[in-house]
């Protein structure tokens, strides 16, 4: 755990919309009007939570719609207002269609160190059916532009079980990316969101799935590919080559600090939580006629922060630490899960090592079935 704040800037807009995607966003570009809603937003937050800062993260929607001078002026308020150690790793998503040569060359000098591109798939028919703007090629110049222009800490996101892909498909995908010059890989099923064009098309029966042989054939490449490359899975959906890991994402699974500005981000500091409400509109008159973001808060009862404490801990490589459970909550975890931890124990869930409690091979497979033996809320 860190004292040190992770601040989330949320730039909800995109050019179109993925139809998996269920994330709040805006069919538009970002305005300057909103960015100056983002920096009042920093000025009265930075004053609250007068902490220094060790990860910064530009999350969309699309942060690379913004002009190369609204991320300036975005990027000189987060140093402002911030107490940004020197050494903070500062993300930025990309979309491929926006990674030229003079957009990467300006986000580098205004201190973007490590990129997460949404490339998805090496299947130029799987994109096309899933919404997404550019093609294979697109996303591989892209990759390879950001490399030549000085970034060394590039993550990429792929997905599997799309509609019409084969274990197969995936496999390729996941070849092709090993020998891009990548160090880190966000891999993530297809979830049928509400209120999604997919989810519509599942409802009418309209979307073809893979079976569930082919969807384990495809789970099980992902599992064994990338660790063939050198890559460790440190997370049940990230892999990282040694050393780079996703340092802000670490913070949500720790239960660290974390700050969210924009409309629809979120944040959490204790057991305090909470969302600036959606709506881009909304946020910009609020903030721009000098009031605050509206938001919906809530405060987590010491069974809620336990049970979201033991799932995103399992979530990682190393699991929960019994020592640092036992201080955070006052006694050995036992305590309350004495019975759920030998049951999964014995069925080969859940490894018990080293002082930690950690998720095995399988439990890593049915990860939602060992999640839910977690859950105690009801009991407050």
Known sequence: ???????????????????????????????????????????????????????????????????????????????????????????????????????????????????????QSHDDRLLRAIGRRHTAAEAEAGVRRAFRAGFRNISIDLMYELPGQTAEDFARSLRWAMHLPVQHLSIYSLILEEGTQMA????????????????????????????????????????????????????????????????????????????????????IRALLSGGEAPIEREELTEAEEMEEYCFLHLRMREGIPRADFAVRYGAPIETWYGEELRRLKEEKLLRDEDGRLALTARGAALGNTVFEAFLRSDEE
């Open 200 to 283: 519509q098309l599942a409802r009418r029966g309209a979307l073809p799935r893979p079976t569930e042989e082919e969807s384990w054939a495809m789970y099980q490449a992902m599992c064994r590919i990338p660790l063939h490359y050198g890559f460790e899975r440190y997370e049940i959906s990230s892999f990282a080559r040694r050393g780079f890991r996703s340092r802000h994402n670490e913070k949500y699974w720790r239960l660290d600090p974390y700050l969210g500005l924009g409309p629809a981000a979120c944040s959490r500091i204790g057991r305090a939580r909470w969302q600036v409400l959606p709506g881009t509109h909304r946020y």
């Open 1 to 119: 755990m860190t004292d040190a704040l992770g601040l989330y800037i949320h730039i909800p807009y995109c050019r179109s919309r993925c139809a998996y995607c269920g994330f709040y966003s805006a069919a538009a570009v970002p305005t300057d009007d909103y960015v100056e809603a983002l920096l009042r937003e920093m000025a009265q937050e930075s004053v609250r939570y007068a902490m220094k800062v060790d990860t910064v993260y530009l999350g969309g929607g699309t942060p690379s719609a913004l002009t190369a001078a609204q991320l300036a002026r975005l990027m000189d308020g987060v140093r402002r207002y911030f107490a940004v150690e020197r050494d903070a790793e500062i993300t930025m998503e990309m979309n491929p269609c926006d990674m030229t040569g003079e957009y990467l060359a300006a986000a580098r000098d205004l201190g973007v160190n490590r990129l997460s591109v949404g490339v």
